[in-house]
């Protein structure tokens, strides 16, 4: 007997819209309200149906958007996060081409990423994110992730002062920063002394900044105090592949480095790092 065609669709239909929706990365978009009465449209990453589980924070660059740091956004969620990805509506490829075209794109950039008014708004969008994930339960942990631009604004939310001042207020357990800036444009000598919950910093070897070569953005660590803190250095790693748009093998290292971590300090136990070829860990 010829089974019935429709029942059979009906049935694959029904299959295929399971997996999308129940999937190992099940992700949405929102908004969320802003205090100044805009809002910060966000991506959340969330399979796990636990009502209060960790949540992830990711902050992005200057020219990224809700998609990036995607590979750490779904190793988290595997891990049982719920990851919030901000869209920072003040940064963008459209604010990026922009300053790109301008008379003078040097100059734009380096006045678009030291703004105190683009600064102020992605706390605005902390804020809201933050306001949002707490609402109706206390997270067991919380933790701070930016690259780059997301990067300064994951410092300063720790302790961190920066030239244009200091606008966190230190509510994640943890924090997680790509392609830091050291001391230069953004901050001063001393400016992480304060900085008192575990850090991780990651970087590469070609990781060129605003203030120089890859070694710059070192003195961000060494201005750390101790207890807690991670510098990984990659071998090669340029910012592209820092950001995981470059690089395969960068962008399948660095949630592995970031979620190994981030084990440690939930255990409260700061083990010894996996060993993998051409990177470089140092702790204090």
């Known amino acids: 007997m010829i089974p019935e065609v429709k029942p059979i669709v009906g049935l694959f239909l029904a299959v295929v819209l399971a997996l999308t929706t129940t999937g190992a990365f099940a992700a949405f978009e929102s908004e969320f309200p802003r ?30 958007s809700m998609n990036s740091l995607s590979n750490i956004a779904e190793a988290a969620e595997q891990a049982g996060y719920r990851v919030i990805v901000m869209d920072h509506t ?4 459209e604010v990026f081409r922009e300053i790109a075209e301008g008379e003078n794109p040097r100059g734009n950039f380096s006045e678009a990423v ?18 949002k994930a707490t609402r109706s339960c206390e997270p067991p942990f919380t933790v701070l992730v930016g690259q780059s631009m ?13 030239r244009i001042g200091r606008f966190g207020a230190d509510r994640f357990d943890a924090y997680v920063a790509l ?4 001391v230069g444009t953004h901050f001063e000598e001393n400016a992480w002394r304060n900085v008192n919950k575990p850090v991780l910093m990651i970087t590469g070897t070609k990781d060129n900044g605003e203030d120089g070569a890859y070694e710059n953005r070192l003195t961000a660590f060494e201005g750390l ?22 690089a395969n093998s960068v962008r399948d290292l660095i949630p592995q480095v970031v979620m190994e971590f981030l084990d440690n300090v939930r ?3 700061m083990g010894q790092p996996k060993l993998h070829t051409g990177v470089t ?4």
């Not at 860990?281 to 204090?284: G, L």
């Open 267 to 269: 255990n409260k136990k």
């Open 150 to 162: 997301g990067a300064q604004t994951t410092m300063m939310e720790a302790g961190a002062v920066a």
């Open 281 to 284: 860990v140092s702790d204090k």
């Open 225 to 246: 105090p101790p207890g807690s803190k991670r510098i990984v250095v990659i071998d090669n790693a340029s910012s592209r592949d820092i950001s995981g748009h470059g």
């Open 114 to 131: 030291s703004s105190e008014d683009r600064h102020r708004k992605r706390f605005l969008d902390l804020d809201a994110v933050w306001k």
């Open 35 to 64: 205090a100044d009465g805009e809002s910060v449209p966000v991506k959340v990453y969330q399979s796990n149906s636990e009502p209060c589980p960790p949540i992830m924070v990711i902050s992005h660059s200057i020219i990224g």
């Open 90 to 93: 003040e940064s963008g490829m």
């Open 179 to 182: 392609s830091p800036q050291g």
